[in-house]
């Protein structure tokens, strides 16, 4: 329990050494809005200077890089709700104004040489998998955002509750997993550089989603929860 | 192909926690995800959460538990329970248990135990074409079906099937190809020529 509550990395820690250890984090870090150039400083300093809070980014990154443990109930204490919404909502913004249709565009250009009808289905099957995205992070966005925002206010809404959040939270990037899948068993073209780098982008994405889940599931939900029962 | 398992393991040494990590990882035939219990007071909250498909525990960890309990709490009934032992225990306490794993077991003795476990949940008309994933001709045809959007009972209709047997056959091709979506099976069917565009609906 100890070990998650003081996990690897601390407000003392160089910032550069978190990213380099684990590059992902370079989209955690981006998505709680710091910008790269850091220099020498340690997680801490960085914080303060974004007006971040540190507490958050750090119970984020340690979650993230030490992926086996189960979080313990207290995984969310004194966390700054506000601070998780932001990095959340910047994560939704990430994923569907940027990520995906950059992948689209790209593996549209990489399928171009395969048979027309495969184009086709490959493409179709991607602006399903967008949509649903889409769907899911709005949803978020409209229902889950607003309604947490105001409990902070202290105002709370009678119909809804974290809980109706929890059941109906599926994992997006299950989908996703199908479309490597299919790329990689059956595509019929010739193989390119270009279409490699879109199944990298695809695994990159695929990984970066359930991180994306899992923060929510695990940090944000068990959050709201104990504001609920205030 | 290998077997996706989710496996807790419920034990409070750091050392012997990672020690059995690093083995099942390394277990050929097999994708593992893990996720390590520490302590008593955060097993049912972290099994609830995670709902793993096998919980390896030491029986001795503090706290008494009831695993019939432990699982109708933790909303995983149908989750495999072994038993980790570092030596003789009572038997009447391993009862409950499906299995039990020694600390001096071998990667190979971990990796049957793991696949005798699992053997059990495949029911035995879905094995006998487990060697090949590829698609039996009846199951082709239920694909086409499924692409064109027909339902589970219009399928059995046409194919003279019961809708259960059609239901199993689904279940085995998600299962083969890794792919649940029928979105997703219309890409399979249009790459391996077994519909043609114009076939399709809408």
């Keep these: 329990m100890e070990n998650m509550k003081n996990g690897k990395y601390r407000e003392t820690s160089k910032m550069s050494d978190l990213i380099c250890e684990n590059y992902p984090m370079v989209l955690v870090m981006s998505r709680f809005g710091i910008d790269l150039g850091f220099g020498e400083k340690n997680i801490g300093e960085v914080c303060r200077q974004n007006k971040i809070d540190t507490h958050t980014f750090l119970t984020v990154v340690n979650f993230l890089t030490e992926t086996k443990t189960v979080p313990v109930a207290e995984v969310h204490k004194d966390i700054s709700i506000s601070s998780l919404i932001t990095y959340l909502h910047n994560a939704h913004d990430y994923f569907l104004n940027f990520r995906l249709p950059h992948i689209r565009h790209k593996l549209t250009e990489a399928i171009v040489s395969c048979p027309k009808d495969v184009a086709f289905v490959i493409r179709r099957f991607f602006d399903e998998y967008a949509e649903e995205v889409h769907k899911h992070m709005s949803y978020e966005e409209k229902t889950v955002f607003p309604y947490v925002r105001n409990l902070l206010e202290g105002k709370k809404d009678p119909k809804y509750n974290i809980t109706i959040f929890r059941k109906r939270h599926d994992q997006i990037e299950m989908k996703i997993t199908e479309l490597k899948n299919l790329i990689l068993k059956y595509y019929p073209g010739p193989d390119s550089n270009l279409l490699n780098s879109v199944l990298f982008d695809i695994f990159a994405t695929e990984q970066d989603l359930a991180s994306h889940n899992r923060v929510e599931d695990y940090i944000f939900v068990p959050a709201i929860l104990s504001l609920e029962k205030q | ?202």
């Design chain 2, 1 to 202: 192909m290998s077997t996706n398992i989710k496996i807790a393991i419920a034990e409070s040494s750091a050392i012997i926690r990672c020690g059995l990590e690093t083995l099942l990882k390394r277990l050929p035939g097999f994708r593992i995800q893990i996720s390590e219990i520490t302590a008593a007071d955060c097993l049912t909250e972290g099994l609830r959460i995670y709902k793993p498909d096998i919980l390896i525990m030491n029986p001795s960890i503090p706290g008494s538990f009831n695993l019939q309990h432990l699982k109708d709490e933790c909303g995983c009934p149908d989750m495999k329970c072994f038993a980790l032992l570092y030596n003789v225990s009572d038997p009447f306490l391993l009862r409950p248990y499906d299995d039990q794993i020694s600390v001096y077991d071998s990667a190979d003795e971990l990796k049957h135990k793991l696949e005798r476990l699992n053997a059990e949940e495949v029911p035995p008309e879905e094995e006998e074409n487990d060697d090949q994933q590829t698609l039996s001709s009846r199951e082709k045809e239920i694909v086409v079906c499924v692409v064109k959007g027909m339902t589970n009972r219009e399928i059995a209709d046409r194919l003279y099937l019961s809708t259960h047997t059609v239901i199993t056959h689904r279940r085995n091709i998600a299962r083969k190809l890794q792919v649940h979506s029928a979105s997703g099976l219309t890409v399979y069917a249009i790459v391996n020529k077994l519909i043609e565009l114009k076939d399709l609906n809408g």
